[in-house]
């Protein structure tokens, strides 16, 4: 009893886990940040899972071409922008039911890049490159984990700390909130709501076409259709269990991606739990967390923005 | 006046119209056959080799045999919606090439008794459905002799998809081979609940190697594990497709399938109308199963492993050939005679002396 849990502990204090943790957590982090603003200025886009699938196609398909990965990431950018490109005009533009167009931008993502990615299937790029600082990254331990890991890892953490900072701390991210909040009286207050909106479905596009251009990118060097395997879905649901809130979405994430390599990595130790169970894990407790968290909160009704997913449309 | 012009005018289309189709239905169908494939094509594994298959018998039948395929359909209540849809539009042989399409595959034959099924690595058969599978333990047996000379920690990471005897049958295989060079090696086994999840397979052959493991195999379609542990430097066997390109120097061989033969065979007894249920279970002798090159490895144990390959096409030597020992101790039935018998191996749901793990689900 006591060495499985010795070794228990081992495997989660490694280095290797760690790192497998932060990968595992990255592609999630950044496009839950995205669909945080998005959701923060009233809009419900369904259409993470589509989006990011095409930032993969898309991202795998620029570096190969171009031989290199940041061309890579700024094609996955760019897919998934204008792929929500057209989320928005269809939303905001012609008041379409934000739901219905979120699943279908899901539907068309999924097979949009299949259709790109069919070229591609089978042919190898050079990953993105880790980062080394000449005495930092060598240091044992905690070296690799804070010093060693690949751009998309830093520009995750940089990401949402620079949307809390924005959110929080700026004119624009108030007014973004108000939008978010009560687009009536945003509207009525001269703020340019439609506009706000758009800027935040296109920032949100943008997030999760580097998300799901990460997968080919560094986490597993090749492209095959489906590889984003629901990771979309999962983003929207962290962005619901982080109460819109950027410190809780971290947690989130990393709960959830920690969890996910726990429920792999302890199979091999026999500890007499059965594998479906242990695949079963993460989101058992993403589910007890938030059960748990909302029981200490006090306050009743939700934490949504008021206008979550409402159609607006100006009346002058 | 106007109105008469006009329904004249509707008439003479009609007509037209009806005369074309006539027409174009006097000139010979060209038999249509269906195939619903639970992955992608692209997935470089399972499902892209029932795709070569797919396009060996659209190249060597072209004149008589029109192909269409579903990629992506999901076992279950799905299965039976995409099954059904070829079925009602005219395809007049179907194969549904995974195991959990198996119950849908059987209603959709019972409500539609003039159209053929074919149903891979499945048992339930009826008139108008037939099953065919690919003996792959017999490459896995092969591959878990290589593991065992190949390994020096004596750990062999697996990854693996579905508690089904098939996969069970792969993981008791690759031991009986291991043991029989090498008595001392263990299995870590990590079970993804999936058939393919590039990610999932990527984290799981991370936490195998963290464990011990070196040499890696799979039972699942994507050649993420590959490239691990090509960047860490291990071996791995490839699954289903030669993954040599994501593992140069990691891959040792890989258990193809190769079903184009199959597929033109029966496409050819439905043609002929001399088609009728079977229960096809071919292995390396009849070229079902095909060993990649072997690479990444020592002379002798090239010659060990193509002897032991030459020793099971022949049928000289039987991956279970009795007696076998399970799990808790006891020695199974054998019931054909020195070996175990078709029904055995298909119903696997035991495991080997050895291997520390449980049956899910048991």
């Given at each position: 009893?006591?060495?499985?849990?010795?070794?228990?502990?081992?495997?989660?204090?490694?280095?290797?886990?760690?790192?497998?943790?932060?990968?595992?957590?990255?592609?999630?982090?950044?496009?839950?940040?995205?669909?945080?603003?998005?959701?923060?200025?009233?809009?419900?886009?369904?259409?993470?899972?589509?989006?990011?699938?095409?930032?993969?196609?898309?991202?795998?398909?620029?570096?190969?071409?171009?031989?290199?990965?940041?061309?890579?990431?700024?094609?996955?950018?760019?897919?998934?922008?204008?792929?929500?490109?057209?989320?928005?005009?269809?939303?905001?533009?012609?008041?379409?039911?934000?739901?219905?167009?979120?699943?279908?931008?899901?539907?068309?993502?999924?097979?949009?890049?299949?259709?790109?990615?069919?070229?591609?299937?089978?042919?190898?790029?050079?990953?993105?490159?880790?980062?080394?600082?000449?005495?930092?990254?060598?240091?044992?331990?905690?070296?690799?984990?804070?010093?060693?890991?690949?751009?998309?890892?830093?520009?995750?953490?940089?990401?949402?700390?620079?949307?809390?900072?924005?959110?929080?701390?700026?004119?624009?991210?108030?007014?973004?909130?108000?939008?978010?909040?009560?687009?009536?009286?945003?509207?009525?207050?001269?703020?340019?709501?439609?506009?706000?909106?758009?800027?935040?479905?296109?920032?949100?596009?943008?997030?999760?076409?580097?998300?799901?251009?990460?997968?080919?990118?560094?986490?597993?060097?090749?492209?095959?259709?489906?590889?984003?395997?629901?990771?979309?879905?999962?983003?929207?649901?962290?962005?619901?269990?982080?109460?819109?809130?950027?410190?809780?979405?971290?947690?989130?994430?990393?709960?959830?991606?920690?969890?996910?390599?726990?429920?792999?990595?302890?199979?091999?130790?026999q500890l007499g739990i059965p594998q479906q169970v242990m695949n079963m894990l993460p989101y058992l407790a993403t589910v007890v967390v938030l059960v748990l968290i909302s029981r200490t909160r006090?306050?009743?009704?939700?934490?949504?923005?008021?206008?979550?997913?409402?159609?607006?449309?100006?009346?002058? | 006046?106007?109105?008469?012009?006009?329904?004249?005018?509707?008439?003479?289309?009609?007509?037209?119209?009806?005369?074309?189709?006539?027409?174009?239905?006097?000139?010979?169908?060209?038999?249509?056959?269906?195939?619903?494939?639970?992955?992608?094509?692209?997935?470089?594994?399972?499902?892209?080799?029932?795709?070569?298959?797919?396009?060996?018998?659209?190249?060597?039948?072209?004149?008589?045999?029109?192909?269409?395929?579903?990629?992506?359909?999901?076992?279950?209540?799905?299965?039976?919606?995409?099954?059904?849809?070829?079925?009602?539009?005219?395809?007049?042989?179907?194969?549904?090439?995974?195991?959990?399409?198996?119950?849908?595959?059987?209603?959709?034959?019972?409500?539609?008794?003039?159209?053929?099924?074919?149903?891979?690595?499945?048992?339930?058969?009826?008139?108008?459905?037939?099953?065919?599978?690919?003996?792959?333990?017999?490459?896995?047996?092969?591959?878990?002799?290589?593991?065992?000379?190949?390994?020096?920690?004596?750990?062999?990471?697996?990854?693996?998809?579905?508690?089904?005897?098939?996969?069970?049958?792969?993981?008791?295989?690759?031991?009986?081979?291991?043991?029989?060079?090498?008595?001392?090696?263990?299995?870590?086994?990590?079970?993804?609940?999936?058939?393919?999840?590039?990610?999932?397979?990527?984290?799981?052959?991370?936490?195998?190697?963290?464990?011990?493991?070196?040499?890696?195999?799979?039972?699942?379609?994507?050649?993420?594990?590959?490239?691990?542990?090509?960047?860490?430097?291990?071996?791995?066997?490839?699954?289903?497709?030669?993954?040599?390109?994501?593992?140069?120097?990691?891959?040792?061989?890989?258990?193809?399938?190769?079903?184009?033969?199959?597929?033109?065979?029966?496409?050819?007894?439905?043609?002929?109308?001399?088609?009728?249920?079977?229960?096809?279970?071919?292995?390396?002798?009849?070229?079902?199963?095909?060993?990649?090159?072997?690479?990444?490895?020592?002379?002798?144990?090239?010659?060990?492993?193509?002897?032991?390959?030459?020793?099971?096409?022949?049928?000289?030597?039987?991956?279970?050939?009795?007696?076998?020992?399970?799990?808790?101790?006891?020695?199974?039935?054998?019931?054909?005679?020195?070996?175990?018998?078709?029904?055995?191996?298909?119903?696997?749901?035991?495991?080997?002396?050895?291997?520390?793990?449980?049956?899910?689900g048991k």
């Amino acid at each position: 009893m006591v060495d499985t849990l010795v070794a228990i502990l081992q495997l989660i204090f490694s280095v290797s886990f760690i790192l497998t943790v932060v990968t595992a957590t990255t592609p999630l982090l950044l496009a839950a940040s995205g669909e945080l603003v998005v959701e923060r200025s009233g809009v419900l886009n369904l259409g993470v899972e589509g989006m990011m699938i095409v930032g993969a196609a898309c991202g795998f398909a620029g570096a190969w071409l171009s031989g290199s990965a940041l061309v890579g990431a700024i094609c996955g950018i760019l897919a998934g922008m204008a792929l929500s490109a057209i989320f928005g005009v269809l939303t905001l533009g012609l008041a379409v039911n934000q739901v219905a167009t979120g699943l279908a931008l899901t539907i068309l993502g999924v097979g949009l890049s299949g259709l790109i990615g069919a070229g591609f299937v089978g042919e190898k790029i050079v990953p993105a490159s880790h980062l080394y600082l000449p005495v930092l990254t060598t240091i044992p331990g905690v070296g690799r984990i804070l010093f060693g890991e690949d751009p998309f890892v830093y520009v995750a953490v940089a990401l949402i700390v620079g949307i809390w900072l924005f959110l929080y701390r700026t004119r624009a991210g108030l007014v973004l909130r108000a939008v978010g909040d009560n687009h009536a009286s945003a509207h009525a207050l001269g703020y340019p709501v439609l506009g706000i909106r758009m800027l935040a479905v296109l920032f949100g596009g943008a997030c999760a076409g580097l998300a799901g251009a990460y997968l080919p990118l560094a986490y597993t060097p090749f492209f095959i259709p489906g590889m984003t395997s629901g990771r979309g879905w999962i983003a929207l649901a962290l962005v619901v269990f982080a109460s819109w809130r950027p410190g809780r979405l971290v947690a989130g994430a990393y709960l959830f991606g920690a969890v996910s390599i726990l429920g792999l990595a302890l199979q091999p130790l026999q500890l007499g739990i059965p594998q479906q169970v242990m695949n079963m894990l993460p989101y058992l407790a993403t589910v007890v967390v938030l059960v748990l968290i909302s029981r200490t909160r006090g306050t009743a009704g939700s934490t949504a923005p008021a206008s979550l997913g409402m159609v607006f449309v100006p009346d002058r | 006046m106007k109105r008469q012009i006009i329904f004249a005018l509707a008439a003479a289309t009609a007509l037209g119209l009806a005369a074309a189709t006539y027409h174009a239905s006097a000139a010979p169908e060209k038999l249509k056959v269906g195939f619903v494939y639970v992955g992608p094509v692209g997935d470089l594994g399972y499902t892209y080799q029932h795709e070569l298959g797919r396009q060996a018998l659209q190249k060597a039948l072209s004149d008589k045999v029109e192909t269409t395929y579903l990629e992506n359909v999901p076992e279950g209540a799905d299965a039976e919606r995409s099954i059904e849809q070829l079925a009602r539009t005219g395809h007049k042989l179907i194969f549904t090439t995974s195991f959990g399409f198996m119950d849908a595959t059987l209603k959709v034959a019972n409500k539609y008794p003039n159209v053929f099924f074919e149903h891979a690595t499945g048992f339930k058969r009826a008139k108008n459905l037939a099953t065919y599978a690919a003996r792959f333990y017999e490459g896995r047996y092969i591959q878990g002799q290589i593991a065992g000379k190949t390994t020096k920690s004596n750990v062999i990471g697996y990854i693996v998809s579905f508690p089904i005897p098939e996969v069970i049958s792969g993981i008791n295989a690759t031991m009986l081979g291991a043991q029989s060079v090498n008595p001392n090696v263990k299995f870590k086994i990590i079970w993804v609940n999936s058939w393919f999840d590039p990610g999932k397979e990527a984290d799981a052959a991370k936490a195998l190697i963290d464990q011990g493991a070196d040499v890696l195999t799979q039972h699942t379609d994507s050649p993420a594990a590959m490239q691990i542990a090509e960047q860490r430097g291990i071996h791995a066997f490839g699954q289903s497709s030669d993954m040599i390109k994501f593992g140069p120097h990691a891959q040792l061989t890989a258990n193809t399938d190769y079903w184009g033969n199959y597929y033109i065979d029966r496409a050819k007894l439905v043609l002929d109308g001399k088609w009728k249920s079977d229960d096809t279970w071919d292995g390396l002798d009849k070229g079902m199963v095909v060993m990649a090159p072997y690479t990444n490895m020592p002379d002798d144990l090239k010659q060990m492993a193509m002897k032991t390959e030459a020793a099971i096409k022949s049928g000289t030597l039987h991956p279970f050939k009795c007696p076998i020992t399970d799990q808790d101790g006891k020695t199974v039935d054998c019931k054909g005679g020195n070996r175990l018998d078709n029904g055995q191996i298909l119903s696997m749901n035991w495991y080997v002396k050895g291997i520390d793990d449980k049956v899910p689900g048991k």
